[in-house]
């Protein structure tokens, strides 16, 4: 006889608003929320939808809308709703106390997830110091519901009685957690101030989630990141050196993928990672070609980088998973994108198609605004040829009496330092 022992899944009901006027209709929106609940560790067992002028103050859903889904919760025996939004702490309260249910939403799914995900010190800090941000305005209602509803994952505690105190405890914890987050800053201020006077240029991978950045950055320069089929496999970034076919040395950068209603405070905690992008010199916008609402994931992360005021940085859209593109409409597909967008570049991180022309892309991005220079270097300075082969492109080396003549084309400020060396400058 064998005795079941795990824990089974929450059985979780969706529900969204139709608002009007969204980058995604609310049946995508719905359909990408049950691929969040699923990586919480929930079961998906039915959905609804609401068209609105506007969300009901009180209950987010207007009064019949509440009555059908504590009608279908309770035919398909449900544990959570799950609304695809964020929930006001009052709204979140009076749909507890209307349908006698857990109630979260849709920031809520992403926290967890995050939690989930987070490996290192630093990816664990910051997840922490959103989930007492989101958390802390909240306390009423978990207790409340905790006393109503007898509880769930991640609401177990000693009740209402403490709820003071458990503020005093939250505020103390996000003193720590901020100041933590401002050293991790300045920690990671001073490894990019490294890097800088190195020279080297940084290309960082952005986009939504999922759109397989992990594997284009592993495809590209050996490294080992996860990689997953499911929502924020990555949290903390990794940064890798890889020489290019034309010996250039590069650095490539993978960071947290974006999400439609990313939480706010998941965005300000995350900023001390999302700071690796305010170095890059160019942004490659990884896509999902073959997924239906490319243009709307597109609009996303759009949105996301001028929010976080990089909306001008240079950029190179990747079109990722063109393997997936088969037959006459994934052809036709291609086509059309290629006109709507001509200078982006189509590969594929699985099979490496196309690997090759991006490779040429990022060697041709890292050399635009190089100086070309002509000096004569000692020979105590022979070192500075395999610094030129790293961050530029060697034409020529002389080595005669007077000492090495070099032709060489170079970023700015490491052309100026070689014409410091010249040994004819006065």
Do not use: C
Not at 20 to 45: I, K
Not at 230 to 241: E, G, K, N, S, V
């Amino acid at each position: 006889m064998t005795i079941e022992t795990a824990t089974p899944a929450e059985r979780a009901f969706l529900v969204g608003l139709d608002l009007g006027g969204r980058a995604f209709d609310v049946d995508d929106a719905l359909d990408e929320l049950a691929t969040l609940v699923d990586a919480a560790g929930g079961l998906v067992v039915g959905r609804t939808t609401q068209r609105r002028r506007s969300p009901d103050p009180r209950t987010w859903i207007g009064k019949g809308k509440v009555v059908e889904v504590a009608t279908a919760a309770k035919q398909l025996r449900v544990d959570l709703i799950v609304a695809d939004e964020e929930l006001a702490p009052s709204q979140q309260r009076a749909l507890e106390e209307e349908l006698k249910l857990r109630v979260v939403d849709r920031s809520g799914v992403i926290l967890d997830i995050f939690a989930k995900h987070a490996r290192t010190k630093e990816g664990r800090v910051q997840v922490e110091l959103a989930q007492l941000q989101y958390m802390r305005p909240r306390l009423r209602g978990l207790w409340q519901g905790l006393s109503r509803l007898g509880g769930g994952v991640g609401t177990r505690g000693p009740g209402e009685s403490l709820l003071e105190t458990d503020r005093r405890v939250i505020d103390r914890r996000l003193l720590d957690l901020r100041a933590r987050l401002a050293e991790v800053q300045k920690q990671r201020s001073a490894a990019r101030r490294s890097r800088s006077r190195d020279g080297l240029f940084l290309a960082a991978f952005v986009g939504y989630t999922n759109a397989g950045k992990s594997t284009l950055m592993n495809a590209l320069s050996g490294a080992d990141v996860l990689v997953a089929d499911q929502p924020f496999a990555t949290l903390d970034p990794t940064t890798r050196r890889t020489t290019l076919p034309s010996g250039t040395v590069v650095l490539l950068s993978d960071t947290v993928g974006f999400v439609n209603k990313l939480p706010p405070t998941l965005v300000a905690a995350f900023r001390a990672t999302l700071e690796e992008l305010d170095d890059a010199h160019l942004l490659l916008q990884v896509v999902d070609v073959s997924h239906p609402n490319l243009h709307e994931r597109m609009a996303v992360v759009g949105q996301t980088l001028r929010d976080l005021g990089l909306a001008d940085r240079p950029s190179l859209i990747v079109m990722n998973k063109v393997d997936a593109l088969r037959g006459p409409e994934g052809e036709a597909l291609r086509e059309a994108l290629s006109g709507e967008f001509p200078a982006a570049a189509f590969v594929s991180a699985r099979t490496g198609e196309g690997l090759d022309a991006l490779r040429d892309a990022l060697a041709a991005a890292a050399s635009r605004g190089w100086r070309l220079i002509n000096v004569r270097l000692p020979y105590s300075a022979a070192g500075s040829i395999q610094r030129i082969r790293q961050h530029g492109n060697l034409r020529r080396a002389d080595y005669g009496e007077g000492g090495i003549e070099i032709e060489a084309e170079v970023p700015p400020a490491f052309a100026a330092e070689l014409e410091r060396a010249d040994l004819r400058t006065p």
